[in-house]
């Protein structure tokens, strides 16, 4: 369930739907009609639970309540991607995920959140699992991000993380609270770099399959590799996350002849590229680099934009990404967790 507000090209079905509700709905036709007659209704909110089948609705005085959540409808779709191009460096994981989700149908699993349309300055792409991806234009919209967490979190299992917003926009989150045993956010790394990969730093793919040893070869990850992926990562993480991310984003396997997987990296839900791994015994031999680059040239010819988030402490992770053409942006992601405070 989420918070729709009834616009007004919307006015005349919400009439005759509350005239079905009588006598029951009798208090909120009357007083809809009356301030739609009086032109009073662009001083209110009208909110629905659904639309256009609703089963709760609350007039309020917009004065009173200057946010509301609203739900970011399909047929808005184009509009907020043109919107959150708009806001670009700053709003790249949540455009290049809003896009990816798009393109792959799993909207439908998903609430598409922000503080007020058509002009927002708060968005947060969440589903029922431990994921969301969010975008805020400034650390002074922190209290609207916080309100959209608040709501969305009604309807998913904790932990939930959030990706997409700066380290500034973290800070303000923490600073609203009087003490950190009270503050439901938590840093869960340290603050992540953003690097994006221009497409004149790619190389073509000819030359990656000239620079790939003898005894190797290109492939993609597939559900049979969950396993190993899961394996490498320093916190395993739910299989089922995994096999989710392998099986539906862009992935880069190298392996042997003979079929065994010795480099990979792929997608993240969020849009970033990451999870790089190269087994031990086959590491100088540069296939990190051709793994990132081959999967960043496979993201700029699916029409993607590149980008990969490092924690600002993985010096060695700074200096392969540089090495490799990357480069850094103005400013700084926070990975956070939202703690479901018992109350």
Not at 9 to 33: A, T, W
Not at 65 to 90: F, I, T
Request: glycine content about 4%; some cysteine.
């Amino acid at each position: 369930m989420a918070v729709r507000e009834v616009l007004p090209g919307d006015y005349d079905v919400l009439d005759q739907r509350l005239e079905k509700e009588l006598p029951l709905s009798i208090c909120g036709l009357v007083h809809f009609r009356l301030m739609r007659r009086k032109h009073l209704l662009r001083e209110k909110m009208v909110l629905v639970d659904s639309w256009p089948d609703f089963s709760v609705l609350l007039i309020v005085d917009r004065q009173a309540n200057a946010m509301a959540v609203r739900e970011v409808l399909p047929e808005e779709y184009d509009e907020l991607d043109q919107k959150l191009e708009k806001e670009l460096p700053l709003s790249i994981c949540g455009l290049v995920h809003f896009r990816l989700m798009r393109r792959k149908h799993l909207l439908t699993e998903k609430m598409v959140l922000v503080d007020s349309w058509p002009d927002f300055s708060v968005l947060v792409i969440i589903r029922e699992t431990w994921l969301s991806v969010g975008f805020c234009k400034d650390p002074e919209f922190a209290p609207n991000l916080e309100t959209l967490i608040q709501f969305a979190s009604r309807n998913t299992s904790p932990p939930l993380y959030i990706v997409g917003c700066t380290s500034e926009v973290m800070d303000a989150l923490v600073c609203a609270h009087q003490s950190m045993n009270s503050c439901p956010f938590r840093r869960m790394s340290a603050d992540l770099i953003v690097y994006t990969l221009r497409n004149k730093n790619i190389v073509p793919r000819l030359l990656f399959f000239r620079a790939i040893p003898d005894g190797f070869k290109i492939s993609e990850l597939s559900e049979i590799h969950t396993d190993i992926v899961r394996k490498s990562r320093s916190y395993a993480g739910k299989k089922e996350s995994i096999t989710y991310q392998i099986t539906n984003f862009l992935s880069v396997l190298i392996e042997t002849d003979d079929g065994h997987p010795v480099a990979w990296e792929v997608q993240h839900e969020f849009g970033a590229i990451g999870m790089l791994h190269v087994e031990p015994e086959y590491r100088r031999n540069k296939l990190g680099s051709i793994v990132t680059r081959t999967l960043a040239n496979k993201l700029i010819k699916d029409g993607q934009l590149v980008f990969a988030l490092v924690e600002e402490n993985n010096g060695t992770s700074i200096a392969f990404h540089e090495n490799n053409g990357y480069v850094r942006l103005p400013f700084k992601f926070s990975c956070m967790e939202f703690i479901f405070l018992i109350k």
